[in-house]
């Protein structure tokens, strides 16, 4: 969906405000990678793809959230090593000290209680969608064939889990919140 379609996608929700980053910051970078939306909080990436003044600008933007600042010097992206897995879950893959320090980060930062699910995972199998319907909770994942992929996946509470195949996103380091907009209306 190009950027002026989806413009109008989203004004045609009630209530929804668009805040256009390039008009408040110039300078401002921000990839969507990077940002971790709890639906109580925000952590955002600041790594090669997002910088401080993003992080300035949702600030400003959200004044009724908790925005944090999460450096992400391994990896591509904040949600390249956790998602929200649930309401009050992230999953984080701990395979390295990188991931691991980002976790720590998270924990340290965090004002709300959370149940960090940690397995030594590739981090892209830490990757999922979770959403809410009006028929139960969703999760979307890739194939988890390892065993402790399957310990990850089976310890995550959802009334509904679909495996997605993203063989071939995969292979340009696309992961599933790469295809993904979630908004709650």
Same mark, same amino acid.
């Given at each position: ?17 668009? =805040? ?22 925000? =952590? ?23 925005? #944090? ?7 591509? #992206? ?17 395979? $390295? ?18 149940? =960090? ?9 830490? $990757?999922?969608?979770? =959403? ?8 979307? #994942? ?44």
């Amino acid at each position: 969906m190009q950027k002026t379609e989806m413009k109008k996608v989203l004004k045609r929700i009630p209530g929804m405000e668009i =805040f256009e980053m390039s008009l408040l910051n110039e300078e401002a970078l921000l990839d969507g990678g990077d940002v971790l939306y709890t639906g109580k909080e925000m =952590f955002i990436g600041q790594s090669a793809r997002t910088n401080k003044a993003a992080v300035d600008v949702m600030q400003s933007c959200f004044k009724e959230l908790k925005v #944090h600042a999460i450096p992400v010097r391994d990896g591509l #992206h904040l949600k390249s090593c956790m998602t929200l897995a649930g309401p009050d879950s992230i999953l984080c893959s701990t395979i $390295n000290e990188g991931t691991r320090s980002i976790i720590q980060e998270v924990k340290n930062r965090a004002t709300e209680k959370y149940n =960090f699910i940690e397995f030594d995972i590739d981090p892209k199998r830490a $990757n999922v969608v979770y =959403f809410e319907t009006p028929n139960g909770s969703v999760l979307l #994942h890739t194939r988890m064939t390892e065993e402790a992929d399957i310990k990850a996946l089976d310890s995550i509470k959802a009334d509904k889990k679909i495996m997605v195949d993203n063989s071939e996103l995969g292979k340009v380091d696309g992961c599933l919140t790469c295809c993904s907009v979630l908004i709650t209306i």
